[in-house]
């Protein structure tokens, strides 16, 4: 049967940008809002959700800001943050082009990466193992 060019071409173009599968499995995977995260690492730490949250702002504003001013910030046994520049690139169909500009990357260490399968270090048994004693969440 032959196909047509059309096809082809739009086949391509959803492997160029992602595969299919990929982008299925990204959607799947199960996604924890802020004020969950929150929830949860007050209910860890025993904290306060409200001290929990300010700490997550300082910590957020000033990993961006240390980033933003060309430092790396390394945190032993979990990874490095960092500044990446993203070279620009001439618009088709627009205007003007997209110059250079700076992304926050993130590296992982290496033994969060060997952790990360693991059920006994940082998986779902851990985190659910304690779900019958934490508080819902609302």
């Given at each position: 049967?032959?196909?047509?060019?059309?096809?082809?071409?739009?086949?391509?173009?959803?492997?160029?940008?992602?595969?299919?599968?990929?982008?299925?499995?990204?959607?799947q995977?199960?996604?924890?809002?802020?004020?969950?995260?929150i929830?949860?690492?007050?209910?860890?730490?025993?904290?306060p959700?409200?001290?929990?949250?300010?700490?997550?702002?300082?910590?957020?504003?000033?990993?961006?800001?240390?980033?933003?001013?060309?430092?790396?910030?390394?945190?032993?046994?979990?990874?490095?943050?960092?500044?990446?520049?993203?070279?620009?690139?001439?618009?088709?169909?627009?205007?003007?082009?997209v110059?250079?500009?700076p992304?926050?990357?993130?590296?992982?260490?290496?033994?969060?990466?060997?952790?990360?399968?693991?059920?006994?270090?940082?998986?779902?048994?851990?985190?659910?193992?304690?779900?019958e004693?934490m508080?819902?969440v609302?």
């Open positions: 049967m032959a196909r047509s060019r059309w096809t082809g071409l739009r086949e391509n173009r959803i492997c160029a940008c992602g595969s299919r599968e990929m982008r299925m499995a990204m959607a995977q199960r996604r924890i809002s802020k004020r969950e995260f929830a949860r690492v007050a209910a860890r730490s025993g904290m959700t409200k001290t929990v949250s300010s700490v997550y702002e300082g910590i957020f504003d000033e990993l961006t800001s240390a980033v933003s001013n060309g430092e790396t910030v390394v945190l032993t046994s979990f990874g490095r943050f960092y500044r990446q520049a993203h070279k620009g690139h001439k618009v088709r169909f627009g205007k003007s082009d110059d250079d500009y992304v926050l990357k993130f590296s992982a260490s290496r033994s969060v990466n060997r952790h990360l399968d693991s059920d006994e270090e940082l998986g779902e048994s851990k985190v659910g193992a304690g779900d004693t508080p819902a609302s």
